[in-house]
């Protein structure tokens, strides 16, 4: 509602879209310089010049979210993506952005269900990448496997995923199937001479 509301205001188009496009800029660049709140503020006014809910408000409000988030506002933002997706629910960027927020503040039942749609919906690689990535990143490793489990077959081959999961099971002091994961990983990546340290250290964690 606080999306729709921030676009209440009935607009002519041209000078408008320009000015909103000013105002979006702005807060991106302020977002670069962490300047968060600042950022919200400009993401605000870009929003209220418009009184539809096109491709650029929709980019606006993913980028207003993830203001409030940095803010620490994750009720606020979880409230803007939840608005957004009234509109559109299948916006997987907007529902990807709301798995990672509830992954943050320790909702795993619901970040792994929004993370899960959003890649069903995106089916890219990349999105799968970097959802087990943030499983991992909060702590939340049983919640990882559940979700590779679910991968695609290229999304659990991938390097990132392969390295991921060494990281994973290293971070559970599981070195075994750290061990494994590693050895996986140099199957399909020989020359990683990084991966070669680490299996060798692996090597001497489980004595093998």
């Known amino acids: 509602m606080a999306l729709i509301a921030a676009m209440a205001v009935s607009v002519s188009s041209c000078g408008n879209q320009k000015k909103q496009d000013e105002y979006k800029r702005t807060g991106i660049e302020q977002m ?7 950022a919200l503020k400009s993401f605000n006014k870009a929003l209220a010049l418009s ?7 929709k980019d606006i409000a993913l980028y207003k979210a993830s203001a409030q988030h940095e803010l620490g506002k994750n009720g606020d933002a979880i409230n803007t993506l939840n608005g957004l997706m009234k509109f559109d629910a299948d ?3 907007a529902v990807f952005l709301r798995g990672c927020i509830y992954a943050d ?7 792994v269900a929004d993370l899960k749609k ?4 995106s089916k890219r690689t990349s999105l799968y990448e970097s959802a087990y990535q943030t499983l991992i990143s909060v702590g939340m ?7 590779y489990d679910d991968m695609p077959k290229e999304a659990r ?3 990132k995923v392969l390295k991921l999961r060494v990281i994973g099971f290293e971070k559970k ?5 750290a061990l494994d994961s590693a050895d996986s990983y140099l199957t399909q990546f020989p020359d990683d001479e990084d991966m070669k340290k680490e299996e060798a250290f692996l090597k001497l964690q489980t004595g093998s």
């Open 118 to 121: 959003a890649c069903s919906l």
């Open 51 to 57: 009184s539809t809910v096109g491709r650029d408000e």
């Open 91 to 93: 916006d997987y960027k």
């Open 173 to 177: 002091a599981d070195f075994a199937s």
């Open 141 to 147: 490793d049983d919640c990882a496997e559940d979700f």
């Open 32 to 38: 670069d310089d962490g300047q968060y709140d600042k």
């Open 157 to 159: 081959a991938s390097k």
């Open 105 to 111: 503040i320790n909702r795993p039942q619901k970040a």
